[in-house]
C-alpha cells in the first residue's frame, strides 16, 4: 500500500521554490542562489585540472596506456549508431572536443545552469533507444539498470511531488567527447538529476568516473515503476564489512557514532551534498587519509572490502571491471575505510573508500523534495572517483598527447 500522493515515509513534500522551471533563462529562477551555484562553478572551472589528492600532488605512475585485450569495438559500434540515428542534429551541440571543459561541468541538480549536450527528452523514441544501447555497450547488466533505476525513480519523485517541470525520467543530458574510435580517445557523458556517468575510452581501455548515482526515493512504492529500487546492495555490503569488524578496528574506522547534524563538528556537513565529499567541482579536491587502513583488515575482511568496492566498479562491462579491480586489490593495503553512524538495517551513515586509484563515497541525506529534514535511507548518494589525475581518462589522455602530439 502506498502513502498519501504527496508523502514517502512518512514526510511530505516542501513547497517549491516560486518560478523554478528547467528551461527558464538561468536568471529568471531564483537569481541569488542561482548567482552564488554559477560563481562557484565557474571558480572551480577556471582551476587547471589536477585531480583528487591527499595533499594536492598527484602521484605519479599509477595509471599506464596499455593493451588490456579487452575490445572496446561494440561501445564504438554503438555510438556510430546513436550519430547515425541522429542524422543532420539541429538541437543542441551534442559532440566537443575530447578534453573540451563540458566534461567538469556536471551536477546532481535538477537545475539548467551550466548543463550541455541533446536531452534526452526531445530525442524521439528511435534515438533515445540508441543512446540507452550506447550505455548499455559500456556497462554491465547491473551497471545499466542501476543507471535506469536512477531516471525511473526521478520519474517516481515526480510522480509524488507534481514537480514533472524539474523532474522524471528523461531530463538528463548526454554529450560525446572526440569521435568515436578503436585507437583515439573519446567518451560520452550523462549528466541529470541523481546520475551522472563519465566514460573515457582509449583504445581498449576505459575510465567510468567521475560517476554520481543517488535516489529521493530510492525505493519505488507507487507509480509507473513502482518495485524499481538502487544502491540495495551498496549499503548492504557495507553493513557487513563494518559489523565485522572488531573493536579495535571499529575504533579506527568510525569517525562518528552519528551522522545527525547536531552530533557533528563544523564541517562535516557540506551544504547540499550532505557528508559528501567529492561531488561536482570538487575535481581538485585535497582529501587526506582517515579511517582503517587494509593492511588491518583480516583474510576475510579483505574480501569483504573487496566485494564492496565490486559493487561499484562492477557498474562497468565485466571485462574492464575485472581490469578495474585488480588495480583497487593492487592497492588494497593502502584503502582505508572510514564511517559515521551505525550499522543497523534501519539506521543512517555515510561511508568512505578511499585508495591511491579510487574514492568511494555513500551518504544518506536529509529531504531536497521530501521534508525530512535529518538523514533518511530513502534518500542515498553515491560518488565513484579515480583519485590522482585519472577523473576523466585525464591522466591517460595526457600520456596520450604526449606519445603522439610531442612537438
Not at 23 to 48: C, K, T
Not at 68 to 82: N, R, V
Not at 166 to 183: A, C, M, V
Request: glycine share 10%.
Amino acid at each position: 500500500m502506498t502513502e498519501p500522493p504527496n508523502e514517502y515515509g512518512g514526510f511530505g513534500v516542501r513547497p517549491r521554490a516560486p518560478g523554478n522551471a528547467r528551461f527558464l533563462a538561468p536568471g529568471a529562477m531564483d537569481l541569488e542562489s542561482n548567482q552564488r551555484i554559477l560563481a562557484a562553478a565557474e571558480s572551480a572551472l577556471a582551476q587547471p585540472f589536477v585531480g583528487i589528492t591527499t595533499d594536492g600532488r598527484p602521484l605519479d605512475g599509477l595509471f599506464s596506456l596499455r593493451s588490456t585485450g579487452q575490445s572496446t569495438q561494440s561501445i564504438k559500434e554503438a555510438a556510430d549508431a546513436l550519430l547515425a540515428s541522429l542524422g543532420d542534429w539541429s538541437g543542441p551541440r551534442l559532440q566537443f572536443d575530447v578534453d573540451a571543459r563540458e566534461w567538469r561541468q556536471w551536477a546532481n541538480n535538477t537545475r539548467p545552469i551550466l548543463r550541455h549536450g541533446a536531452l534526452l527528452e526531445d530525442l524521439n523514441p528511435a534515438q533515445r533507444e540508441a543512446a540507452l544501447a550506447m550505455l548499455r555497450a559500456s556497462l554491465s547488466e547491473r551497471g545499466f539498470e542501476t543507471v535506469r533505476g536512477a531516471m525511473k525513480l526521478n520519474e517516481t519523485l515526480a510522480v509524488i511531488t507534481g514537480n514533472t517541470a524539474e523532474l522524471g525520467e528523461w531530463i538528463y543530458f548526454l554529450s560525446l567527447f572526440g569521435t568515436p574510435s578503436l585507437d583515439q580517445p573519446w567518451g560520452w557523458q550523462i549528466d541529470g538529476h541523481h546520475l551522472i556517468v563519465n566514460c573515457f575510452v582509449l583504445g581498449d581501455q576505459m575510465v567510468l568516473t567521475p560517476s554520481f548515482v543517488g535516489a529521493e526515493p530510492a525505493i519505488a512504492d507507487r507509480g509507473p515503476y513502482a518495485g524499481t529500487a538502487v544502491l540495495q546492495d551498496e549499503q548492504q555490503r557495507a553493513r557487513v564489512l563494518i559489523r565485522s569488524l572488531t573493536p579495535a578496528q571499529r575504533s579506527r574506522a568510525v569517525l562518528f557514532e552519528s551522522v545527525l547534524a547536531k552530533d557533528l563538528p563544523p564541517g562535516r556537513v557540506a551544504g547540499g551534498d550532505g557528508r559528501v565529499l567529492a561531488g561536482a567541482y570538487k575535481d581538485n579536491l585535497v582529501l587526506p587519509y582517515e579511517g582503517l587502513r587494509g593492511d588491518a583488515l583480516s583474510g576475510g575482511q579483505r574480501e569483504l572490502l573487496l566485494q564492496l568496492v565490486e559493487t561499484y566498479v562492477g557498474y562497468a562491462r565485466p571485462d574492464q571491471a575485472a581490469i578495474r579491480l585488480q588495480e583497487v586489490g593492487a592497492h588494497l593495503d593502502e584503502t582505508l575505510i572510514a564511517w559515521m553512524g551505525r550499522d543497523g538495517d534501519d539506521d543512517v551513515f555515510y561511508y568512505k573508500i578511499h585508495s591511491p586509484v579510487l574514492l568511494i563515497e555513500l551518504d544518506h541525506q536529509s529531504g531536497v523534495f521530501l521534508d525530512n529534514d535529518e538523514p533518511a535511507r530513502f534518500h542515498v548518494h553515491t560518488v565513484v572517483r579515480t583519485p590522482n589525475g585519472n577523473d576523466y581518462g585525464r591522466d591517460l589522455l595526457r600520456q596520450h598527447y604526449a606519445r603522439h602530439h610531442t612537438p
